[in-house]
C-alpha cells in the first residue's frame, strides 16, 4: 500500500497549457514536499507544504490537510518544465515518503 | 552554493560483486538519507542516519546492503553481493537540524549485469 498517490502518471501538454498534478496521502504528516527530476536523476525541491497555498514564479502548491491532498499547478508551461514532479510526504521524526512521480512532457 | 556530492556518479558491476557508493552531505546537516529509486519509481528509503546513528533502516536490505556514518558526515553504502535487481539509482539526501527540507545529491546509477 503506498502512503502517497499521484495522478497522473504521465501527462502531455502543449506549451502554454496550465497544468495541473494531484497527491493524495493517507498518512499523518508534519509536510509535504514537491520535487523536480530531470533526466540524469538530479532532484530539487519546489515547495514544502504544511499549510495553505504557495506560489513562485509559474508554480503554485495547495495543500488541503482535512482532505489529505495536494496540487501541483504549472501555469502558462514550457517546455522546459518537462520532467517528472514527485510528492513527498514527511512524518514526524523525519521521515519521508514518495510518490511515484508524474511525468510531464511539455511540446512546443 | 553548497551542494550534496556523490560519487561514482555511474557504477557497472557484474553480480557477485562488492559495490560502494559514497555521499558527503552539505555541511552541517544532521541528517542523511540513503534512497534506492528504480526506474518509473519514486524514491525509496533505505536507511536515515541522525548524526552517527541509524534512526531508520528497516527498509534496508540487511543480507547483502550495509551503510555507515561513523563521525556523522560522509557515509557510504555498500552492497555485497550484488545482485541484477539492484540496479537502480541510489540517491543521497541530507537535512538541517530546524529545516523540514531535504537536499538531495545527483545520485549513483548502478546498473547490474
Known amino acids: 500500500k503506498n502512503e502517497v498517490e499521484q495522478s497522473p502518471q504521465n501527462l502531455t501538454a502543449q506549451e502554454g497549457e496550465f497544468i495541473t498534478i494531484n497527491c493524495s496521502y493517507s498518512?499523518?504528516?508534519?509536510?509535504l514536499h514537491w520535487l523536480q527530476q530531470h533526466p540524469g536523476g538530479g532532484i530539487v525541491s519546489l515547495f514544502m507544504?504544511?499549510?495553505g497555498k504557495k506560489k513562485h514564479g509559474r508554480l503554485i502548491a495547495t495543500i488541503n490537510i482535512q482532505e489529505k491532498h495536494s496540487s501541483l499547478h504549472i501555469t502558462a508551461s514550457h517546455p522546459r518544465d518537462s520532467a517528472v514532479y514527485i510528492c513527498?510526504?514527511?512524518?514526524?521524526?523525519?521521515?519521508?515518503?514518495f510518490g511515484t512521480g508524474t511525468s510531464l512532457t511539455v511540446i512546443p | 552554493e553548497a551542494e550534496v556530492a556523490q560519487s561514482p556518479r555511474y557504477k557497472i558491476t557484474e553480480k557477485s560483486q562488492a559495490v560502494a557508493f559514497w555521499c558527503d552531505p552539505i555541511?552541517?546537516?544532521?541528517?542523511l538519507y540513503w534512497y534506492r529509486q528504480i526506474l518509473g519509481q519514486g524514491p525509496e528509503l533505505l536507511v536515515q542516519?541522525?548524526?552517527?546513528?541509524?534512526?531508520?533502516d528497516s527498509q534496508l536490505p540487511k543480507d547483502r546492503f550495509s551503510a555507515e556514518r561513523l563521525k556523522g558526515v560522509d557515509s557510504t553504502l555498500k552492497i555485497q553481493p550484488a545482485e541484477l535487481g539492484d540496479s537502480a539509482m541510489y540517491l543521497c539526501?541530507?537535512?538541517?537540524?530546524?529545516?523540514?527540507?531535504?537536499?538531495f545529491g545527483p545520485g549513483t546509477r548502478l546498473t547490474v549485469l
Open positions: 507544504l504544511s499549510s
Open positions: 498518512v499523518g504528516i508534519s509536510a
Open positions: 555541511s552541517g546537516h544532521a541528517t
Open positions: 542516519f541522525q548524526d552517527e546513528s541509524v534512526v531508520d
Open positions: 539526501a541530507s537535512k538541517p537540524r530546524a529545516v523540514n527540507e531535504q537536499f
Open positions: 513527498a510526504v514527511e512524518k514526524i521524526g523525519n521521515q519521508f515518503y
